[in-house]
């Protein structure tokens, strides 16, 4: 009889400090794959803005692209997709900016040396993943 009983409490004192274990490796895990996919959209993100660049400016020769998932306000704690295209075109600006705007909603388009950059913000996929803190 004793023997059981302590079977019993034995199992019971593993379950109560198994379970604070196993939910922080399940919040662990949870964010890590959703870093995974919030750098996943963010990659989709500006291959789909390079392809539209090629697609709606004949002319433009892509010269450098950057890609950043994580805060990109400094002002809360949340995740977004930045994608950032250095390219040429003969084009002027507005009509440059015309393009853009008929597709993208959040963006920054600047003229420098000659070049366009233009940057697209998008909405992450986990927007409270730790990535934004």
Known sequence: MKTSISKILVRIGITI?????ILIALFIVIEIVGAIANHAATDKQTKELIAYI???IEDASIIDTYS???NTTGTGNHVECESKITFNSD???DDVDRIFAAQYKYRELEKKDGSYIITVYGDAPFPDNIEGH
């Not at 400090?17 to 274990?21: D, E, G, L, Q, Y």
């Open 17 to 21: 400090v198994s379970i604070p274990i």
């Open 54 to 56: 090629e697609k709606s």
């Open 68 to 70: 950043f998932t994580g």
């Open 91 to 93: 084009m002027s600006e």
